[in-house]
């Protein structure tokens, strides 16, 4: 397959895949039904996604969007050279945590020593992508499932280190381990995203919640 039909394919959510997915699992028939289909998620590829997703990690989507926020507005332009001019104390105040603030600075540090191309991912297959990004300090496989999902609409990732997903799964099905959870997914290919935005939509609709 040509790497960019990987990515520039139809969106993750659409009509013909979500029968498919409700055909292989009721559980997202029932879905469905309360709450609708999800919303397509879908960012655009590169630096500041990235950067954004990367002060996901492990807090609240409210929190990690106000803190990206006061950096934006601090920063002239949101670029790797302006986040690597910003000290320890400009990172506080923009309440970026330390931790998060060096991950900021490893990803700047390899976007311009040309370790990685961001704008040469959409090119690349998910393989290589996946490879690309979690040899950057602060990636791991959560931040390269979102990215290969949000930024780059590949049909067939489940982010099991999510974990709104996978108390979801636990809360719609009789899947406790992950390994359990991960079998269960199989089922679900090749529409493991589209999977993972239905059980995404539920877990924030029943809780009121809304996600861009």
């Known amino acids: 397959m040509n790497p960019m039909q990987i990515f520039k394919n139809k969106n993750i959510v659409n009509t013909e895949d979500i029968s498919d997915l409700i055909r292989k699992d009721s559980i997202f028939a029932g879905i469905s039904e309360k709450y609708g289909s999800p919303p397509n998620w879908s960012r655009p590829h590169g630096f500041i996604s990235l950067s ?16 990206f926020l006061k950096l934006n507005n601090y920063l002239e332009e949101f670029s790797p050279e302006n986040i690597l001019r910003l000290n320890d104390e400009e990172m506080r105040t923009c309440q970026i945590s330390r931790q998060k603030a060096n991950y900021l600075r490893a990803f700047s ?3 311009l020593s040309g370790e990685i191309d961001v704008e040469e991912l959409p090119d690349l297959d998910e393989t290589e992508v996946r490879k690309q990004l979690t040899g950057i300090k602060g ?6 499932d979102v990215y290969l999902m949000f930024c780059l609409q590949s049909k067939d990732i489940f982010p099991v280190g999510d974990v709104a997903l996978v108390n979801t799964v ?4 009789d899947a406790v381990t992950k390994e359990e959870i991960v079998l269960l997914a ?27």
Do not use: C, D
């Not at 954004?52 to 803190?67: K, Y």
């Not at 990636?139 to 390269?144: D, E, K, L, S, V």
């Not at 636990?170 to 099905?173: D, G, N, P, T, V």
């Not at 199989?186 to 809304?210: G, I, Q, T, V």
């Open 170 to 173: 636990k809360e719609l099905s």
């Open 186 to 212: 199989e089922k679900w290919k090749p529409f493991r995203s589209l999977a993972s935005y239905f059980l995404w939509h539920y877990y924030l609709k029943k809780r009121n919640r809304f996600s861009e």
């Open 139 to 144: 990636i791991g496989h959560w931040t390269a």
């Open 109 to 111: 540090h390899a976007i």
């Open 52 to 67: 954004r997703m990367i002060l996901e990690q492990q807090v609240s989507l409210a929190s990690a969007n106000a803190h």
